[in-house]
């Protein structure tokens, strides 16, 4: 690479970013992430009846997330910068998981299931292809 070139490409990497730019570059990063974030959260909603989980999108269809906590605080200190370290380790700040339960106690006609007890027996379904479905 000549100096002429070199010399351009320093100047192009070093030159400022307007306000605006910065802005624009700041927002669609941000979005970015958060389209991420909201694509690996429906990613990993495979909680069957039974399974782990955070919140109720960690949980399959007709379930939902009980007893989970973020901590005391909404889960605002994890990760923070400041407090004392290790406080979110404490167990009025440390997040909790729950647990997937079906909303009404069993699975209707179209939600998830692994075997036939998770499936709403007064309603004539049974477990098929992970889907609670009416029996033949």
Same mark, same amino acid.
């Given at each position: ?10 100047? &192009? ?5 307007? %306000? ?8 669609? /990063? ?10 690996? %959260? ?32 909404? /889960?605002?200190?994890?990760?923070? +910068?400041?407090? +004392? +370290?290790?406080?979110?380790?404490? @167990? @009025? ?11 009404? /106690? *069993?699975? !209707?006609?179209?939600?998830? *299931?692994?075997? !036939?007890?998770? *499936? *709403? ?6 477990? /098929? !292809? !992970? &889907? ?5």
């Amino acid at each position: 690479m000549d100096s002429q070139r070199f010399d351009r490409l320093t100047r &192009h990497v070093g030159k400022q970013t307007s %306000r605006r730019g910065a802005l624009k570059a700041t927002a669609g /990063g941000t979005l970015a992430l958060l389209g991420l974030g909201a694509l690996s %959260r429906t990613a990993a909603a495979v909680g069957f009846n039974g399974a782990k989980c955070a919140t109720s999108a960690d949980c399959r269809d007709g379930l939902e997330c009980r007893n989970a906590s973020r901590g005391l605080l909404g /889960g605002t200190l994890e990760g923070a +910068p400041y407090g +004392p +370290p290790g406080i979110t380790d404490l @167990p @009025p700040f440390a997040p909790s998981s729950g647990v997937c339960r079906y909303r009404d /106690g *069993c699975g !209707n006609e179209g939600q998830s *299931c692994q075997r !036939n007890d998770d *499936c *709403c027996n007064g309603e004539n379904l049974e477990c /098929g !292809n !992970n &889907h609670c479905r009416r029996r033949n």
